[in-house]
């Protein structure tokens, strides 16, 4: 998995594509990518809940310098922290409004009407770029699938999610878990000629909702009997949910970009 530390982005490089008006100069930045485990993004999440998209809508910043887009979720289910409000609003950044665009590589797309599962990052200031843990891979779509007669899970690349590898903590799609390199096969019991070994797509099942939202509860439980006891483990934290004030994104005064209404 990809995840970027909280005190700054990590991993990828963002391209602004210039379909902006005139007096709209988008930043660039360059980052570095840091691999990471589902495992460890359900430890570092400070929220993880299930969600409908009710609404998005994007606009350029009061200093004409970026673009926003605020994304609504209602129909809100916690699965990690509480959450009080009825609603949940992220910004992120980029976006397109009338003829002024800005693209953002790695920026989670949502759609009005999704059903979702977001984890939400920590230390979220006026600042950030992105509030979602990892970008696209902190994403996940709920989709039924009728040939299996269930909502399965597809991940913020499109891949079906078809089960969890427990011992490498990590996500397993319809095009096979994650190899780091292909396995030598000796031929007619001689290593003078070896084949390469690939593993094959697994596309014979998908992982229901309830199984999805089941593994990250017991991963949960799991950081939990590791804590020292009087500690909170990560099955315990109440995360917050965050409000922006938009008037005050010219400011140096931190106030993280989710927006609870």
């Known amino acids: ?37 589902f495992k460890k993004m359900v430890h570092e999440a400070e929220q993880i809940f299930e969600g409908v998209v009710t609404s998005k809508h994007s606009e350029r910043s009061k200093n004409g310098k970026t673009m926003y887009t605020f994304v609504q979720f209602s129909e809100l289910s916690p699965i990690k922290g509480n959450i009080e409000e009825s609603t949940i ?19 989670p797309e ?49 891949r ?45 099942n998908r992982i229901s909702k309830e199984d999805f939202i089941l593994k990250i509860q017991e991963i949960m439980k799991e950081a939990d009997k590791n804590q020292p006891q009087g500690i909170s483990g990560a099955g315990t934290d109440e995360g917050t949910p965050y409000s922006l004030d938009q008037s005050s994104e010219e400011t140096e005064a931190v106030s993280p970009p989710g927006v609870n209404k």
């Open 1 to 37: 998995m990809r995840d970027f530390p909280n005190n700054h982005l990590a991993g990828m490089t963002i391209f602004s594509v210039l379909l902006l008006l005139p007096s709209f100069t988008p930043p660039v930045f360059a980052t570095t990518l840091i691999d990471q485990p």
């Open 89 to 107: 609003t992220l910004r992120l950044e980029g976006g397109q409004a009338g003829n002024n665009r800005l693209s953002v590589e790695g920026m």
């Open 110 to 158: 949502f759609n009005e009407g999704e059903k979702v599962i977001v984890f939400v990052r920590k230390q979220i200031t006026d600042k950030t770029i992105c509030p979602i843990l990892g970008w696209e891979e902190g994403q996940f779509k709920i989709k039924f699938d009728p040939e299996f007669n269930k909502e399965t899970i597809e991940d913020g690349l499109g």
């Open 160 to 204: 079906k999610i078809t089960d969890y590898d427990a011992n490498k903590g990590e996500l397993i799609t319809a095009a096979g878990p994650r190899v780091d390199r292909p396995t030598p096969i000796p031929v007619n019991g001689t290593t003078d000629k070896l084949v390469v070994q690939q593993e094959q797509p697994n596309d014979s």
